[in-house]
C-alpha cells in the first residue's frame, strides 16, 4: 500500500539557516504529493503541493521538487524565520479517491 | 469565506461511551474526510463521505462510523469507546468538482478517553 517516510526529527536552526527535511514515497502510479504544516494547538494547513513528476510546488519561500525517479518530495527554504516553528506533514494522495496517506511529521524549531 | 470547522473543540468520555462529532465544510465543498491524529503521530485516513455515502473507508473498525447530511455537513460518531481513541480528529473538506486533490482542514476535536 501507500506509504510516506520523514526524516527524523527533531530539527533546531537558527534564524536564517537553510532547512531540508527529507520525505520519500511508496505508491502505485503517479500520486500527487503535499506538504502540510501543524501549528501548536491547530489543524493542519496546505503548503505546498506538485501533482507531476519535475512539478515544483512553492509557497511562502518553503519550495518542493516531486521527483520520480528517486521517489521523494524534499522540502527546502533558503532562510528559515522563528514563526517557522512548527510541526511538517509529507504525504501523497494515491489512486484512491481523495485518501491522504501521511509521514509522521518532522518537528521543526527555529531559535533567534 | 468561513473555513471548515468543527464542534466540539474537546470532548472528555469515558471508556464504553458513545461519541458524535460534528464538522462543516468549506463553503462550496461536496466531500468530507476524516482522520484521527494520534498524538506525535501522522493523521491516519478513517473514512470520506461525497453525496451523502462514505466513498472510502480506512483501517478502522466498525465502531467508527459516520454521516453526512444534505448541505454536505458530516458527523463521526464512536461507539464502546477504548483507551487508545485518544485523539485529535481532524475533518477536512474539498471539491470534487474542481479539485480533488487539495483538502482543507479544521482545527480539529480532542477527544480524551478516561
Known amino acids: 500500500g501507500d506509504s510516506v517516510t520523514q526524516m527524523e526529527g527533531p530539527v533546531t536552526l537558527s534564524e536564517e539557516a537553510f532547512l531540508t527535511i527529507n520525505c520519500t514515497y511508496t505508491?502505485?502510479?503517479?500520486?500527487?504529493l503535499f506538504w502540510y504544516v501543524q501549528y501548536p494547538g491547530e489543524g493542519l494547513q496546505l503548503l505546498l503541493k506538485a501533482t507531476k513528476a519535475d512539478d515544483k510546488g512553492s509557497n511562502k519561500g518553503f519550495e518542493a521538487t516531486y521527483r520520480k525517479e528517486t521517489t521523494s518530495f524534499h522540502l527546502e527554504k533558503g532562510s528559515v524565520q522563528v514563526s517557522d516553528s512548527a510541526v511538517y506533514f509529507c504525504a501523497l494522495r494515491g489512486t484512491s479517491y481523495g485518501k491522504l496517506t501521511f509521514g509522521q511529521g518532522t518537528i521543526l524549531t527555529v531559535h533567534p | 469565506d468561513a473555513g471548515v470547522t468543527q464542534s466540539p473543540t474537546h470532548l472528555i468520555k469515558t471508556r464504553g461511551q458513545q461519541v458524535t462529532l460534528r464538522c462543516s465544510p468549506k463553503?462550496?465543498?461536496?466531500?468530507v474526510s476524516w482522520y484521527q491524529q494520534a498524538l506525535g503521530q501522522g493523521p491516519q485516513f478513517i473514512f470520506q463521505y461525497y453525496e451523502e455515502e462514505e466513498r472510502q473507508r480506512g483501517n478502522f473498525p466498525d465502531r467508527f462510523s459516520g454521516h453526512q447530511f444534505p448541505n454536505y455537513s458530516s458527523e463521526l460518531n464512536v461507539n464502546a469507546l477504548l483507551l487508545g481513541d485518544s485523539a485529535l480528529y481532524l475533518c477536512?473538506?474539498?471539491?470534487?468538482?474542481?479539485?480533488?486533490?487539495?483538502?482543507?482542514f479544521g482545527p480539529g476535536t480532542r477527544l480524551t478517553v478516561l
Open positions: 505508491a502505485t502510479g503517479y500520486p500527487s
Open positions: 477536512a473538506s474539498s471539491d470534487t468538482g474542481t479539485d480533488t486533490d487539495t483538502q482543507y
Open positions: 463553503s462550496g465543498h461536496d466531500t
